[in-house]
């Protein structure tokens, strides 16, 4: 007999089974929905289906189950669950379209029973929504929205909830956030949209018994779009902002060029390379092949408000970070690029003579000696001697060289005349010096020449020693990276009357065997010491 909806037990335990029968009575095809409901408030549904015209359908919920066959909301029935209630009920304004009935059979026992349960009226609509309700994407990104809905049966019991693909979905900002048919709701620009699904439901019409009438629905979820900053590497992706990144494996003194992009809005921008791990160039200016300057250049304000930036990193680590944040609307939206950095390892040391008054010997091709205040001897034992060992990381090569830069200040008294002075800081010696040599030495003096020309000299020099590496990478801009400094310094007085009378070395001083440090600083210098002249 035709009917709008019914109920009837479920029993699989002790070898029994229990398949449902949903039947279209009609000419035409008729929608109907069926759920079985079991114990602790589970639900599992098939959703809303259709009946083709007299079209008879079996339902074998114990072989969905044994399956673990998935409902129309991703929901298995628990392998454990042997009892339950299913429930049926006809789609659309028209009673009485349907029939169902129930067959429990068990076959060992050989008993077979048939169930035509009727509710007086068809479910009807009871509650609906949207999910995810609320949703944050970023833009050329998408969120799938699904409408759901909620009926009850005759008896004011709810039945589980199903997905309404019937339903017409809107938004009310379509330049933030636009909407396929679908429910797929795709990011445009930052901003934020309500999106709205409006779909038909029964609705029972008031004061009538079992009658019913079509009412539209209308379920909303707001999707908001969230402004997209990448960091990228040769036209790659790098980093996001929505927390993707890829370590970028460098080397300490390599170029890296970066440039930000940013989707879905506009604000002030700006970059943090970490720290003072990283310069913007390392410049040595050349003239006539001589380094007659050499300037660090750091990072400033302008390059870091500029979307592309390039940078040398100048120390090492496993975790260094260059970081864009754009801020639209007061809002900060941030993309980290995370660095590991390789650099060369090292030590730097040094043994110490002393400071004499004598003749020394100042070169030997020819021979040459001269008397002076000076710190040890070039040609026997010099003032200073570096050691130094460098070892670059695996896969890494490069050139190791030295620089020197002194702070000097040399004074002298001619006989029978006022004070001169040689003072000034620059490069001592040449740059690059003694590429790839491990060791490296100094010996400087003061003369106290020709005879009997002064009645006083003086020396008070002040050094920094440096190592340094260049790597080589392969279509790559390269600097010098500072690896280890030593500073160190001598300093002496000799004096004699005015008549040509003996020198005596009335003050001598220096830093004994100083030992190099790890260091970021760089040799800088606008002159060279050889160009200082006497005043």
Known sequence: MPSSAGGFPWKVDGGYNTIVYIKNETDIARKYTVSLLFDGGGGY?????????????????????????????????????????????SKGPDNRTTSGRSEQ????????STYACYNEC?????????????????PENSVLLTAYQVDINSYQQPMPPYPVFSANWDSNNPSAVSVNPSGEAYGVSGGGATITASWWADVPTEGENCQYYSAQIEKEAFVAVTPLVEILRSGVAIASSNGSSVTQNVVAG?????????????????????????????????????????????????????????????DGGSSLDATYTVTINGVPHSAIAKFNVMKPTSTLSSTTSNVSLGTVLISQMPNESIFALHYGNAFETPGIRFDASVTPPSGVSGQVVWARVANTIRKRTPTGESQQTLQGIGLDGVFPDLPDIGENEDSPYQPAEPPCSYTFISANDSFTTWILFKPSVANVTTIYVPLKKV???????????????????????????PTGVNTIDYPEWVANIEDFTWQ
């Open 45 to 89: 549904s098939q959703g809303v289906r259709e009946l083709k015209p007299k079209e008879t359908v079996a339902i074998d919920f114990k072989k969905l189950r044994d399956e673990q066959t998935e409902d129309i909301n991703g929901n298995t029935i628990p392998l454990n669950i042997e009892t339950g209630q299913i429930a049926w009920s």
């Open 254 to 314: 390599e170029k890296i060029d970066l440039t930000a992009r940013v989707t879905g809005g506009t604000g002030s921008a700006h970059w943090t390379i970490e720290g003072d791990k990283a310069i913007k160039d390392y410049i040595v200016t050349v003239t006539d092949g001589e380094a007659v300057k050499a300037e660090k250049i750091d990072l400033v304000e302008a390059d870091l408000g500029q979307s592309q930036i390039s940078f040398y990193w100048i």
């Open 122 to 138: 068809m479910d009807s609509f009871s509650d609906g929504w949207v999910e995810p309700d609320w949703e944050s994407i970023f």
């Open 487 to 513: 500073s160190w310094s001598w300093s002496g007085t000799a004096t004699r009357g005015t008549e040509c009378n003996s020198w005596t070395l009335t003050n001598a001083s220096r830093t004994q065997n």
């Open 105 to 112: 059979v068990n076959e060992t026992l050989g008993i077979a």
